[in-house]
């Protein structure tokens, strides 16, 4: 289908962007790489009265070491994440979901800042970025303000973000040294995950001291599977452990059920990536 007829605006600074959000409201909407807004666009699931393309805003890309943090701007592919030697030392967990993230095309186009903002539950970026208590930067006319991961993600294509603001930078918190593993449930290669479980695990002499583990589709938002981290600290990282913990993996959780599987699916599918993630995760 052909999108419906809107208008379009190209600032050059977050300043003229952020003028452009107040003065159009509601009917603006804000474009990236356009990897998910585009689909939408031309099938008219939304129609903008103006599209706000960041693509000429200097300053909005790149990977910044910040001493316990990575700062990363919004506008910084998904193949620029990576082929970045400080993200796949740092924060390996991002590096290991991207390989995974649809095809090299739309990783070149898509950006990381932009998947994150779009907050779709079945999206890959998002249950990575809310394991590693990610930090969200947001701008506004009034200034600059800071979301953690567990207050970003609201609800189904909904995020912490005002429609008078926009995301600029993600903060990661250095994981070194930590194990990663992003393990994902597809049917055809670069589909949306039926599931997914993002897994990092920091391991010492056979022994995991501490473990982050989120979900991807298995509710409105990206998930921390928080009584898995519980039940794997302390603990040693053989199969058994891991496949105990890893068995209240969807507790609390409520999956969707459509034409790829029901909800009891999911959950059954949940406990058994789990497994695998964390396994592999505390292999190295």
Not at 196 to 209: C, D, H, L, Q, S
């Amino acid at each position: 289908m052909i999108p419906a007829q809107f208008d379009y605006a190209a600032p050059t600074s977050v300043e003229e962007a952020l003028a452009l959000l107040a003065e159009h409201g509601d009917e603006a909407k804000v474009i990236a790489g356009g990897q998910s807004l585009l689909p939408v666009l031309r099938m008219r699931l939304n129609a903008p009265g103006i599209v706000v393309d960041l693509g000429r805003i200097e300053g909005l890309s790149g990977v910044r070491d910040d001493g316990d943090v990575l700062t990363v701007g919004a506008m910084t592919t998904h193949a620029e994440m990576l082929g970045n030697p400080l993200v796949a030392e740092h924060a390996a967990l991002v590096t290991k979901a991207v390989h995974h993230l649809a095809d090299a095309q739309i990783r070149h186009r898509g950006t990381f800042g932009g998947a994150l903002a779009h907050a779709d539950p079945a999206g890959d970026m998002g249950a990575p970025a809310l394991a590693l208590d990610a930090e969200f930067v947001i701008a506004g006319q009034s200034g600059v303000r800071t979301v953690p991961a567990s207050d970003f993600f609201v609800d189904l294509f909904e995020t912490a973000i005002g429609e008078d603001e926009l995301l600029v930078g993600v903060r990661l918190p250095k994981h070194t040294g930590w194990g990663a593993h992003y393990e994902k449930f597809v049917r055809v290669a670069h589909q949306w995950p039926i599931v997914a479980v993002a897994a990092t695990v920091k391991a010492e002499g056979g022994t995991i001291t501490e473990a982050r583990v989120g979900l991807t589709n298995m509710g409105s938002t990206p998930l921390r599977a928080t009584a898995v981290e519980q039940a794997l600290t302390g603990q040693p990282a053989t199969e058994e452990t891991v496949r105990a913990a890893a068995a209240s993996a969807a507790d609390g959780t409520a999956p969707p059920s459509d034409l790829n599987g029901d909800s009891d699916y999911r959950r059954h599918l949940a406990t058994v990536l789990t497994r695998r993630a964390v396994l592999a995760a505390a292999g190295g």
